[in-house]
């Protein structure tokens, strides 16, 4: 039983799927639109009849020991995915290393009973040796960076609120809470006190943030904390320019934190409290805004890059080397600072041709590897134009080229080899009379992905992790496995674009999940496909997903991300849908995700087809009657005859059942009674055979 728990599908997909199913007793369920066909041609074999690959999702048990099973495969199938056996639970150990010997031995099976092996699958967010992985991470991004500015509405005086700006009142007041039964944290609050219900009226009153800087598709989670002074009351979110609503919260007397994720539609955002609803007095805190598909924020190698640590003309962690007649003081006020409240200030009255180090500070000694390449970025900008700034190292000087300094905030970035097992970076500010302000100094690893901010050391540790496991595995079956399901569900449910941890359900303890997007950002994808070509360019490289037929969003969100990738250079051969559906699924929405992957111009697979019958899964006891099959046998003939209409030839990489009979089914685990697939537990063949089989002869 342990394979069949741990086989094929995330559990959050029987919410999913199960959610639309009528309630209705069967018969009335019935009324609709589906015909029941008539099938009954049973002259297969299915592969004999097909123009393109049919496959069927396999375990290791039954093939291995049940020979009806393995004919019944062996006759019907060209090639098989493994349910289990090639995901990272099952190969990589606790300490990391790779074992091959079950995938080995299931492999040489099917080989050997004649049957290709389909790749299943590499990068996916479950079915993992997690135990392994989190020994990587700390497993937490508490680090992440609060883009939204005076979220804890400490700045401002009286009643108004730095970076807040009141659009409606209705009668209402914006004034600031105080004392600590009116504040969350600090020494002020957001307090609004609203004297009119308005129905269908939240935004007549509302204050919104000024707009943040936002990554267009990227998650944001919005944390806040809010109470009301008497029961009953009501608060909302939304955004701007482009308009999104979250829904309506009852608000009680009790200090209760808020959570809601949206997808950035725009470069900047804002978000807006609506409060109109309910007649109440709030008190609103602690608002924090951070970006969940950013990587987490990468930890400086270097001490104090933010002059944040230091009193007067004092910097902690940077010596002054040389002044020549130069001042080195703290920066302060938002005209002289790039983040917090000081930054370095040099003034240097004196050109000196060829003379950068006779104005020179220098940071403490850091850690770094002889030989390793280290990014060292900082923002800088001058009093008046034409200055000139220039990194250095110690104890091995390096030199970086004199840059050209306007009076803007400019980033500037550095790479250097270490040559030492400490090393200092040094500012040569001597070359151009000006006075220059410097802030947000860091030095990370180059080969960290991290554009600053977690754990860098995390982040190298997890992408190194997947990509020995991803030129493990392509490297060990080159020649052998052609194609591979390099990155599984990347998309998350809803219409929320990228999966993260934040917008995932994870089952109460399950062990193998671990969320790869987490760590490495949006470009984990990226990773993994550049990882497998790689290890072996001449694999057929797919992304694989569920729920595309029943969800628009999520279909548009996936062709987009698979965009993006090819975009920047990912070899991405096609897309698998894994079409986990039931009877009644839309068939409207069948057709129209076909036409949309077909557009794609990729090659395109049904990956994992089964079809539910079971129109109530807590129904015990639920036994398919000849209607049943009947529905169940149209609808595999449908998806069938849909996938050849709208999949151009050339494009069409096959269809994969998932699974034999329905003893062995994933969705028959667990009490639940579903008969999914195409035999039934005898082996015989079901009306949905010849569902397939006639759909394949063009009946
Ligand atoms: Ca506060
Ligand atoms: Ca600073």
Not at 254 to 278: N, V
Not at 369 to 384: E, L, R
Not at 619 to 644: D, E, L
Request: proline share 3%; glycine share 10%.
């Amino acid at each position: 039983m342990t394979i069949k728990i741990k086989q094929i599908i995330p559990v959050i997909l029987l919410g999913v799927i199960w959610g639309v199913h009528s309630c209705k007793p069967d018969k009335d369920i019935y009324n609709g639109a589906n015909s029941t066909g008539n099938f009954t041609d049973t002259v297969g074999p299915l592969k004999t009849y097909a123009g393109f690959p049919i496959g069927i999702g396999i375990d290791n048990q039954p093939f291995l020991n049940d020979a009806t099973y393995r004919n019944i495969v062996s006759r019907e199938a060209s090639v098989v995915t493994f349910g289990y056996l090639m995901k990272h639970g099952a190969i990589v150990k606790d300490d990391g290393t790779l074992d091959f010997t079950a995938a080995d031995q299931l492999y040489n099976a099917a080989t050997q009973a004649g049957l290709e092996v389909y790749g299943h699958t590499l990068v996916w967010h479950q079915n993992q040796n997690a135990t392994y992985l989190n020994t990587l991470t700390s497993g937490s991004n508490d680090n992440a960076v609060n883009v939204l500015a005076n979220g804890d509405f400490e700045a401002g005086s009286g009643n108004t609120f730095t970076n807040w700006s009141v659009y409606n009142t209705n009668g209402a007041t914006f004034t600031a809470g105080s004392g600590s039964s009116e504040v969350h944290g600090g020494n002020r609050s957001l307090k609004i006190t609203n004297p009119n219900d308005n129905a269908g009226g939240q935004w007549k009153v509302q204050i919104a943030s000024d707009l943040f800087n936002t990554v267009q598709d990227h998650n944001y989670k919005v944390t806040f904390w809010i109470k009301a002074a008497t029961a009953g009351g009501s608060a909302r979110l939304s955004t701007g320019p482009t308009a999104q609503y979250q829904g309506d919260h009852t608000i009680g007397t009790a200090w209760t934190q808020i959570t809601w994720t949206f997808t950035a539609k725009e470069a900047q955002t804002r978000i807006l409290f609506d409060m109109g609803l309910k007649a109440n007095t709030y008190f609103i805190d602690d608002v924090k805004i951070i970006d969940v598909d950013a990587p987490p924020p990468v930890t400086s190698l270097l001490l104090n890059g933010n002059f944040e640590a230091g009193s007067g003309n004092t910097f902690t962690n940077w010596s002054v080397y040389n002044t020549n007649g130069a001042t080195f003081t703290a920066g302060s006020g938002s005209s002289e600072v790039h983040g917090g409240n000081r930054s370095l200030k040099i003034t240097n009255p004196n050109d000196n041709a060829g003379g950068q180090w006779k104005v020179q500070i220098a940071s403490d000694l850091f850690t770094t590897t002889p030989n390793k390449d280290y990014k060292v970025t900082f923002w800088i900008k001058a009093a008046t134009a034409g200055g000139s700034a220039r990194l250095s190292t110690g104890p091995t000087a390096q030199y970086q080229g004199d840059q050209t300094i306007g009076t803007a905030w400019t980033q500037i970035t550095w790479t250097f080899t270490a040559k030492d097992a400490q090393t200092r970076i040094l500012f040569d500010m001597g070359l151009k009379a000006n006075t220059y302000f410097i802030d947000d100094v860091v030095v990370v690893d180059a080969s960290s992905s991290g554009s600053g901010g977690g754990n860098q050391n995390e982040i190298a540790k997890v992408d190194d992790a997947m990509k020995t496991f991803i030129t493990g595995m392509l490297t060990h079956y080159k020649g052998k496995v052609k194609a591979w399901d390099v990155v599984n569900e990347p998309m998350a449910d809803g219409n929320s674009g990228l999966r993260v941890k934040d917008n995932s359900s994870i089952p109460q303890g399950a062990k193998d999940f671990f969320f790869w997007s987490d760590y490495l950002g949006r470009d984990y994808a990226l990773k993994a496909f550049q990882y497998a070509k790689a290890a072996d360019p001449d694999a057929l490289l797919f992304i694989n997903d569920y729920g595309l037929e029943s969800n628009q969003a999520k279909l548009d969100s996936l062709i987009k991300y698979v965009t993006y990738l090819k975009g920047k250079g990912a070899k991405i051969d096609g897309i698998g849908t894994q079409m986990h559906i039931s009877w009644n699924t839309s068939r409207a929405g069948i057709d129209a995700a076909f036409q949309k992957l077909a557009a794609t111009g990729l090659k395109i697979k049904i990956s994992e087809l089964d079809v539910k019958v079971n129109p109530d899964p807590v129904k015990p006891n639920f036994a398919p009657s000849p209607t049943n099959w009947a529905y169940q046998a149209a609808m595999y003939n449908y998806v069938v005859k849909s996938y050849i209409k709208y999949i151009p030839a050339a494009q069409r990489y096959g269809i994969t059942i998932w699974g034999v009979s329905d003893k062995d089914s994933w969705l028959a685990t667990n009490g639940r009674f579903e008969f999914p697939l195409l035999f039934d537990k005898d082996y015989n063949k079901k009306p949905a055979y010849s569902g397939v089989l006639q759909a394949l002869k063009g009946q």
